[in-house]
């Protein structure tokens, strides 16, 4: 297996480590009566929506260093989930606690996203998407242009099938632009 191989097998198997954790259940439980994390559900969900991107991007175009730092970023995430659910309010100081998780899910999403926003459109466009949909674009707008040149075409050759003295009474009546709109027989 190459160096490479083997990072993106670790980064991948990470990343599913990481989907295993509920997301509702980290931010608040029953068990815990009022104490929640609800202050850091934006980070966490900022994290959540970059990893189900990584998990289905192709993790594979990233280079060496960019693997290394997103699967370690992940695994400080992930031994802070581990934390969050070994958390009972019966452990000393529940609301300073709280607070510890809430700054180092805030910490860490911001670093996460650092490290990660700037490779998500490189490897969407990697994927095929984007350049699937530019491509499928591109090709509607040669088929309209192809559409409006045949139509431009046939209106001609059935302006010049009028008689001059309808073509110029269309021309009055409806200005030069309407012409090619008129349903010609």
Not at 48 to 53: G, H, K, R, W
Not at 130 to 136: L, S
Not at 152 to 166: A, D, F, G, R
Request: aromatic share 8%; hydrophobic share 40%; net charge negative.
């Amino acid at each position: 297996m190459a160096k490479n191989d083997q990072a993106i097998h670790e980064l991948r198997d990470t990343l599913q480590n990481f989907l295993n954790f509920d997301q509702s259940k980290l931010i608040k439980r029953e068990e815990w009566g009022t104490i929640s994390l609800e202050e850091a559900k934006f980070d966490f969900e900022r994290i959540y929506t970059i990893v189900n991107y990584l998990h289905i991007l192709p993790i594979e175009y990233l280079p060496s260093n960019a693997l290394a730092t997103i699967k370690n970023e992940l695994v400080s995430i992930i031994a802070i989930f581990n934390k969050i659910n070994q958390f009972t309010v019966e452990s000393p100081n529940p609301g300073q606690q709280r607070n510890e998780f809430v700054r180092d899910i805030q910490a860490h999403s911001e670093l996460f996203y650092n490290q990660t926003a700037q490779w998500v459109p490189f490897l969407a466009y990697q994927k095929g998407d984007v350049a699937r949909n530019i491509e499928a674009l591109s090709q509607s707008i040669k088929q309209a242009e192809h559409l409006l040149e045949n139509t431009k075409m046939e209106i001609s050759k059935k302006e010049s099938k009028l008689p001059p003295t309808l073509s110029v009474a269309l021309k009055r009546t409806t200005g030069p632009a309407m012409v090619s709109t008129v349903a010609l027989p």
